[in-house]
């Protein structure tokens, strides 16, 4: 039952994303694992398309709001007005309160406004005038960014960095696959013609079938190897939290579940040790430019020294 789910909606989307099939095996991962993903390529690669196709496949709420220089906190979480009829304030709700939200180009914000989703990321919910409100259930927020070195653009916060289970690249297509996109893009635009293929209450089942996912000890001694081998790298200021682990298990339950298993095996701890664990490590010298390509290295490295277990 549950694996007829997860083909479900891999299919639908792969009917619209060409040649895609680990970018879109990595979000639905992701979502599964109901954590947040960020896709950090260059404009025009099929970013904002990932999200669009994962949302229409979905029977839940969407929402997309485009990052720029003037956005204030309060247009992400919402916040208080003042009815001077009932001479009450009422809090109205922000665009974080749906299912599915893009985030798009984050980094053309200010770090303030962009950690004004820490909460919502982190808790699922909202705090304003001492008050808690949850968000919707299930909630992903898929952020894009362009490259750092682009012009107008700001490095995101390693605390807002933390809270995205996955950072991973699109890239181009093949050959094949962009002749694909351009007929199919010829008369219409494909994502706008896809269909919902689960509900609400599916996606909760699976995500909950993540969690039943068996993982011995020697899984969880392997993951820990890894940890603590980014903690004692002295090419590293700061190696994996906690908190990374924590999600890093959460992942690997996951991944074994989309290749239908109910056990955690060595190669999902490897399949997702880079995507999972680069953007969590900071690095004790390099420039921002160089950053990426050196934490994904590290992480690589330090995972071919950790021993797998037999």
Same mark, same amino acid.
């Given at each position: ?108 914000? *200010?770090?303030?406004? #962009?950690? !004004?989703? &820490? ?6 919910? @909202?705090?304003? $005038?001492? /008050? ?116 890093? *298990?959460?992942?690997? #339950?996951? !991944?074994? &579940? ?6 955690? @095996?060595?190669? $999902?701890? /490897? ?40």
């Amino acid at each position: 039952m549950v694996q007829d789910l997860i083909h479900r909606l891999e299919n639908n989307m792969a009917s619209v994303i060409f040649g895609k099939k680990d970018v879109i095996r990595k979000c639905l991962i992701t979502f599964f694992a109901g954590e947040h993903l960020l896709l950090e390529d260059f404009p025009g690669i099929g970013k904002t398309l990932i999200s669009q196709a994962l949302a229409k496949s979905l029977a839940v709420t969407f929402r997309r709001i485009q990052f720029t220089p003037d956005l204030i906190p309060a247009d992400i979480t919402g916040g208080s007005v003042y009815n001077s009829r009932t001479e009450e304030f009422h809090f109205i709700p922000g665009a974080v309160f749906t299912n599915i939200l893009l985030a798009d180009e984050i980094n053309r914000t *200010t770090p303030r406004t #962009q950690s !004004a989703m &820490l909460e919502a990321m982190s808790e699922r919910q @909202i705090s304003a $005038d001492g /008050k808690t409100y949850p968000l919707p259930q299930p909630f992903m927020v898929i952020a894009t960014e362009n490259p750092v070195e682009f012009e107008g653009t700001y490095p995101l916060p390693e605390s807002q960095l933390d809270r995205f289970l996955m950072r991973i690249s699109v890239g181009y297509p093949d050959r094949q696959s962009e002749l694909e996109i351009l007929k199919a893009h010829q008369k219409s635009q494909p994502v706008e013609h896809l269909q919902p293929v689960l509900n609400t209450e599916q996606v909760l089942m699976v995500q909950k079938a993540v969690r039943e996912v068996r993982i011995e000890d020697e899984i969880h001694h392997y993951i820990l190897d890894i940890l603590e081998a980014t903690r004692n790298c002295s090419e590293l200021l700061a190696g994996v939290s906690t908190r990374g682990g924590i999600v890093f *298990t959460r992942a690997v #339950q996951a !991944a074994a &579940l989309m290749d239908g298993r109910d056990f955690v @095996i060595p190669d $999902d701890v /490897k399949e997702l040790a880079v995507p999972v664990l680069a953007h969590r490590v900071i690095l004790e010298t390099g420039g921002i430019g160089s950053t990426r390509q050196m934490t994904e290295g590290l992480i690589e490295q330090l995972l071919a020294s950790v021993a797998v277990p037999g």
